[in-house]
C-alpha cells in the first residue's frame, strides 16, 4: 500500500500543475500564490488563481499535497465537470461530513448516499418546488419588506455598515418560514455560534467540544419542541394541512414508515429518537446552507449593480414599467399574482451574471479506483484517492468559455443563440448540475428577485471598501 502511494505521487508530480517540491508537493507553489491574495481569500479561488498563473495546466490539474492530506483534482470545464457530477455521480468526499457533522449530526442531505439519500432528496423536493414556494411568496414579501425598513434606519443613520449581518437575518427568516413555519431565532442564535467554532483557528481550542455539545443542545431542544407540534397537529388533523412544508414532509414519511404499527392508534403515536435525529439533522443543514449562501448573493448583487449604472437603470426601469412608478405598488402585485415575477427578464439576467461572477459554493468528490477524468486534450487523469473538486468559480470565470469572463454582462443571458456572448451549455453551474444538485436554488432565485425589486429603486447602494479599512484596521 505505501509502495501504490508512492507511485500515485510519481503521477500527481508529473500532472501537478506548477514546479514540484520533492517533499511538499505542490504546497510551495500554492504557498506562492497564497502571498499574493488577500490573507482572508476564499479558497474557492485558490483554482482559479492557479489556473491564470500556470495557464499551461488546462483545465485539468493535480494540487499535490501528499504526504499531508489527500492530493486534489480539479476540473476546471463545462466536461470535466459533468464526467464528475453527472455522467459518473462520484461520492462526496469524506471529510465534508466531519465538517456538517457539528451542525447537522450523523446524517445530512449533503453527504447521505445511496437509497438513504434518494429517499429523504424525494421527500424534501417538494418542499422547495417552484409550486410551493409560490404560495409563501407573501410571507417573503414580508420579510424583504422588514430588511427594507431596517436599510432605511441605516441610511438615515449616514453612518457606515456593513450589508451582510443584514441580509444573514433576511435570509434566516425566510428559511426559518419554509422549514419549520416560523422564525426560530433560539436556535439560530446557537447555530451562528456552532458556526463560528467550525473555524480552523478553532478546531484546536480545548473549550470546541463542550461549545458544540452546548450549542447542539439548544438546537436540538427547539427542533425537538417544534416536531412535537408539528406532529401533534398533523396526525389530529392531517387533512388539513399543506403537506409541502419540510416539517410536515418529514412527519408524513415517517408516519408512512410505521403505517403497519396498527395496534398504535395515530394520534397517541409519537416520534422515535433515530427518526428525530434524521429529521432534525436536516432541518439544521437547511437553516445552515439555506441563509448564508443567498445572503452572499444578494450583498454580490448590489455590489455589482453599484459599479454598472447603467444596468442599474435598465434594472429599475423594468420594474417601473411592471410595477410603476409607486413603490408602494410592487408588494401587493406580487402578492396578488406571484406569477408577475416572470415579466422581470433583465433582472433574472442581473441575478444569472452575479451567480455566475460569484458562486458562493463548489462540489467536492471522493475518487474511485479505475474512473479517471478524461481532458479535452485526451488526457486521463486518475481519481483513486483524490478530492476531485468541480470548481464553479473556475469554469465560470475562465475565458476559454465566457467572453469577457471577468466583466458584469447580463446581457449574454438575453442575447440569441449565435451571438457571441451565449452561455456555453453547462458552463453556468453555481447550483451545480446532476441528481446532487443544490436543492434550494429555486428559493435562492426567488429571494434574490424580491429583494431587489423591493429595494433596488428605494437605495442607493456603494462599497467604500477604503474607508472602511481605515476605520476598522
Known amino acids: ?152 434606519e441605516r441610511a438615515a443613520s449616514g453612518t457606515l455598515y ?22 426560530p431565532h433560539p436556535m ?24 458544540h455539545w452546548y450549542n447542539a443542545r439548544i438546537m436540538n431542544a427547539y427542533i425537538n419542541r417544534a416536531l412535537k407540534e408539528r406532529f401533534e397537529a398533523y396526525t389530529k388533523r392531517p387533512n388539513h394541512t399543506s403537506n409541502k412544508s419540510i416539517i410536515e414532509r418529514s412527519i408524513r414519511t415517517y408516519l408512512n414508515d410505521v403505517s403497519d404499527n396498527a395496534a398504535t392508534p ?26 448564508d449562501t443567498t445572503s452572499a448573493s444578494v450583498c454580490y448583487s448590489f455590489y455589482l449593480l453599484s459599479k454598472s449604472l447603467k444596468d442599474l437603470d435598465r434594472i429599475r426601469a423594468e420594474h417601473e414599467e411592471v410595477f410603476g ?21 433583465f433582472t433574472l439576467a442581473v441575478i444569472k451574471e452575479t451567480l455566475r461572477l460569484f458562486p458562493v459554493a463548489s462540489s467536492t468528490r471522493l475518487g474511485e479506483p479505475g474512473f479517471s477524468v478524461v481532458a479535452e486534450d485526451g488526457r486521463v487523469y486518475p481519481t483513486e484517492e483524490c478530492l476531485v473538486w468541480s470548481s464553479p468559480h473556475t469554469i465560470q470565470r475562465s475565458p476559454d468559455f465566457w467572453p469577457r469572463a471577468d466583466d458584469f454582462i447580463p446581457d449574454r443571458w438575453l442575447v440569441q443563440p449565435d451571438h457571441e456572448l451565449y452561455p456555453i451549455k453547462g458552463a453556468w453551474r453555481p447550483f451545480e448540475l446532476g441528481p446532487r444538485n ?11 428577485k424580491l429583494v431587489l425589486v423591493l429595494a433596488i429603486r428605494r437605495f442607493q447602494f456603494s462599497m467604500p471598501y477604503d474607508e472602511w479599512d481605515r476605520l476598522h484596521p
Open 438 to 448: 443544490c436543492i434550494g436554488q429555486e428559493l435562492a432565485l426567488l429571494e434574490m
Open 266 to 291: 395515530r394520534k397517541t403515536r409519537s416520534m422515535d429518537a433515530a427518526s428525530k435525529e434524521l429529521i432534525g439533522g436536516q432541518i439544521k443543514l437547511f437553516m445552515f446552507s439555506g441563509h
Open 1 to 152: 500500500h505505501h509502495l501504490r502511494h508512492l507511485e500515485d505521487h510519481q503521477t500527481y508530480r508529473f500532472q501537478s500543475f506548477a514546479p514540484h517540491h520533492p517533499i511538499f508537493g505542490s504546497l510551495v507553489a500554492v504557498k506562492e500564490i497564497m502571498a499574493d491574495l488577500p490573507p482572508d481569500v476564499n479558497p474557492q479561488y485558490i483554482p482559479i488563481a492557479i489556473r491564470r498563473r500556470y495557464p499551461h495546466v488546462g483545465n485539468v490539474f493535480y494540487i499535490d499535497n501528499w504526504p499531508f492530506v489527500a492530493p486534489i483534482l480539479v476540473t476546471a470545464s463545462p466536461a470535466t465537470a459533468k464526467q464528475i457530477t453527472q455522467e459518473h455521480n462520484l461520492p462526496k468526499f469524506p471529510a465534508i461530513k466531519n465538517f456538517f457533522r457539528p451542525i447537522a449530526g450523523k446524517y445530512d442531505l449533503v453527504t447521505m448516499e445511496g437509497l438513504l439519500w434518494k429517499k429523504w432528496r424525494g421527500v424534501f423536493n417538494p418542499g422547495f418546488g417552484a409550486a410551493y414556494l409560490t404560495t409563501l411568496v407573501p410571507e417573503i414579501i414580508e420579510e424583504a419588506l422588514v430588511f427594507c425598513e431596517i436599510l432605511k
Open 188 to 211: 439560530i442564535t446557537a447555530l451562528r455560534r456552532q458556526v463560528q467554532w467550525l473555524n480552523l483557528w478553532e478546531r484546536w481550542h480545548p473549550v470546541r467540544p463542550f461549545m
Open 325 to 345: 412608478t409607486s413603490l408602494d405598488r410592487a408588494p401587493v402585485m406580487i402578492s396578488e399574482d406571484p406569477h408577475i415575477l416572470n415579466q422581470l427578464p
Open 162 to 183: 456593513q450589508l451582510k449581518p443584514l441580509t444573514d437575518n433576511f435570509t434566516v427568516d425566510v428559511i426559518g418560514k419554509l422549514v419549520l413555519q416560523k422564525t
